[in-house]
């Protein structure tokens, strides 16, 4: 007679999950709203189902064994599986039109990561969404024309009282794969800079970046997309300043240069009251960043 699988407990997959992602499970209790003891009983009973040690204790903090990196990526599908068959089956049927509008940026993550799993949630919910840059965003957001937008967080926010920070990343320098700062450093010929048109955060973090450090500077691409940024990175016109999204794999982080220090992400909401399936869409977007950062 074949062995009965385990079925893993999915209350004690969340408590290991989320206590991994955090890097504490006194956080991960907090967050789930459980006493720190109730979430560590749950991982001893992960532990006993999987029949194996998942965590290992490492000075003051917690280390994923070899068999617990295999949990956590098995962990993380099945409760993606089950908040989507949950959200599928107690969802309300939402119907109507949004629009939303995001930074290209945010396209290759956001749009099947969120709208994705959404559609599928809310098939009779038509879904428009449009890639811009952040003043046609807040602009757009301004005057009605989309229900929701994820933008870099610039001081404009304050002008908007239904924003939310959806958390700060770090920015980069990035370039082409052969790129040399030391070359530029001993002849004193200025760093070839590929930029947004101004003005653009980005663009300011770069040269702020370079003249605290001494390191002379020219613009030497400029650009409405970002498409046509990693364009003209590929034919070695330059580098950039950008976060970690959709960098191509055709370039590399340059951890040469000074640090660019780092930019925060909000969402916006339409000055009218959002229908529900904005609502929805909006928590939906908080909960994805929420769990990244």
Not at 50 to 69: M, N, P
Not at 109 to 136: C, D, E, M, Y
Request: glycine share 8%.
């Amino acid at each position: 007679m074949a062995k009965r699988p385990v079925t893993f407990d999915s209350e004690a997959l969340r408590s290991f999950v989320t206590g991994i992602e955090l890097g504490s499970f006194v956080l991960a209790a907090d967050r789930l709203g459980r006493s720190t003891s109730a979430v560590s009983a749950q991982l001893k009973k992960l532990e006993q189902q999987a029949g194996t040690e998942l965590v290992q204790k490492s000075g003051r903090h917690l280390i994923l064994t070899g068999r617990g990196e295999v949990m956590l990526s098995y962990a993380r599908r099945i409760l993606s599986l089950n908040d989507e068959a949950s959200a599928v089956l107690l969802a309300g049927a939402l119907s109507g039109s949004l629009n939303l509008g995001m930074q290209e940026d945010f396209g290759e993550t956001l749009l099947p990561a969120i709208l994705g799993t959404f559609t599928r949630t809310h098939p009779q919910v038509q879904v428009s969404a449009s890639i811009t840059r952040n003043q046609q965003l807040l602009d757009g957001i301004r005057h009605n024309e989309f229900d929701l937008a994820v933008c870099w967080q610039a001081d404009e926010t304050s002008l908007f009282p239904s924003s939310r920070s959806l958390g700060r990343v770090p920015l980069r320098w990035i370039g082409p794969e052969n790129f040399n700062l030391t070359h530029y450093q001993e002849t004193g010929e200025p760093v070839p800079l590929l930029v947004f048109e101004a003005p653009c955060l980005m663009r300011n973090a770069a040269t702020t970046a370079l003249d605290n450090a001494g390191i002379a500077w020219r613009i030497a691409f400029t650009s409405r997309s970002l498409s046509g940024i990693w364009a003209a990175m590929s034919a070695g016109l330059g580098v950039t300043v950008r976060t970690d999204f959709g960098v191509p794999a055709t370039v590399r982080i340059l951890r040469e240069f000074p640090e660019p220090g780092d930019v925060g992400i909000s969402l916006h909401q339409s000055l009218t009251p959002p229908g529900e399936a904005a609502a929805s869409l909006r928590e939906a977007i908080i909960g994805f960043f929420t769990q990244q950062y």
